[in-house]
């Protein structure tokens, strides 16, 4: 959130991603940080229905941004 307000004050032109420990159970906390592109590699891939896994990310993320 720091970060992001900073470059939001700066009047930067930056994205910021996250890598690494992303989960359905701790998507609402991560999209809430002001990051703009989110990969969530082992929570989609490790699963038994990868394509399962994908459509519940992309459906929450949907949800979150209609807020």
Do not use: C, K, P, Y
């Amino acid at each position: 959130r720091a970060l992001r307000r900073r470059i939001d004050e700066s009047g930067l032109d930056t994205r910021i991603e996250i890598d690494g420990g992303v989960t359905l159970e701790n998507l609402d906390r991560v999209a809430q940080t002001g990051v703009d592109m989110i990969v969530a590699g082992s929570a989609v891939f490790g699963a038994d229905d990868v394509r399962e896994a994908a459509r519940r990310m992309v459906h929450r993320l949907a949800e979150l941004a209609e807020r």
